[in-house]
Nanobody, 118 residues
Framework: QVQLVESGGGLVQPGGSLRLSCAAS????????VGWFRQAPGKEREFVAT???????NYGSSVKGRFSISRDNADNTVYLQMNSLKPEDTAVYYC????????????WGQGTQVTVSS
């Protein structure tokens, strides 16, 4: 059974930092592309960042320069370091893992709430 479990969300003041974690089980983690997406109330799900099996990364324009994605294949975990947080970063953050060669092997976590507010 495949599981992606996000953690690390919470309430933070503008300008603050949080680090999200996504722990995976049930997959050969090192083969997967893993990404973070977010969804704010009343808005569509938005791409945040992704990291490929080889370590290359890609970021959404709204977070580039503030967020950093990394992975630890030994621990089957991906991290999202979020700095200089803004109120518009408030959303539920979801972890996604997809196999580059098998489109049906696409999995989502349950999400973790991030609220940026003073």
């Amino acid at each position: 059974q495949v599981q992606l479990v996000e953690s690390g969300g919470g309430l933070v003041q503008p300008g603050g930092s949080l680090r999200l974690s996504c722990a995976a089980s049930g997959i050969i983690f090192r083969l997967y592309t893993v990404g973070w997406f977010r969804q704010a109330p009343g808005k569509e799900r938005e791409f945040v960042a992704t990291i490929y099996s080889g370590g290359a990364t890609n970021y959404g324009s709204s977070v580039k320069g503030r967020f950093s994605i990394s992975r630890d294949n030994a621990d089957n975990t991906v991290y999202l370091q979020m700095n200089s947080l803004k109120p518009e970063d408030t959303a539920v953050y979801y972890c996604n893992a997809n196999h580059p060669n098998y489109s049906l092997r696409n999995y989502w976590g349950q999400g973790t709430q991030v609220t940026v507010s003073s």
